[in-house]
């Protein structure tokens, strides 16, 4: 597939990505992915910064993604097993999002070492909600 002009850069892409990601397998489909998509020229420049995050209650949601069992039973009132599945499945599917983006064509930049409490404040305050990881999209300078 051939790049798209760097110039019409679009959502388009983004979605393109994020529908091989939603459908892809993860740990007993558990956990949906957040995305906010905020194009902005502030982020070194990308065309699009995805925020790829987990929901706390993702558990909440398993009755009709995963029928075969009562797996919301497992989560319900344990944060601490409710977080770390939820926090590995979402890194599950930043790698997805991320081959998915790729094989579009579309350069990525994966990012942690931000303050996240900030993140989480300014995207997530009154949610379920947690920041994992960023990832700038775009096309990379070939110089």
């Known amino acids: 597939m051939s790049k798209p002009n760097r110039d019409r850069f ?13 459908i892809a397998p993860w740990a007993d489909q558990c956990q949906p992915l957040a995305r906010q998509i905020r194009f902005s020229n502030k982020t070194v420049a ?4 995805v ?6 209650e993702f ?18 009132g ?15 599917q930043a790698a997805y999002f991320i081959l998915a983006a790729r094989a579009l064509g579309l350069d990525c930049g994966p990012m942690s070492g931000f303050d996240a409490a900030k ?10 909600w947690k920041v994992n990881l960023l990832c700038n999209l775009g096309y990379g300078d070939p110089t």
Request: no cysteine; aromatic share 16%.
């Open 10 to 22: 679009s959502g388009q892409f983004v979605f393109r990505a994020y529908i091989p990601t939603v």
């Open 46 to 49: 990308a065309p699009a910064t």
């Open 51 to 56: 925020i790829i995050a987990w929901d706390t």
């Open 59 to 76: 558990h909440e949601h398993l009755p009709p993604l995963f029928p075969q069992a009562d797996m919301r039973s497992y989560f319900v």
């Open 78 to 92: 344990n944060k601490p097993l409710t977080a770390e599945n939820a926090f590995r499945n979402s890194s599950l």
């Open 119 to 128: 993140l989480n404040e300014a995207f997530f305050a009154d949610d379920e």
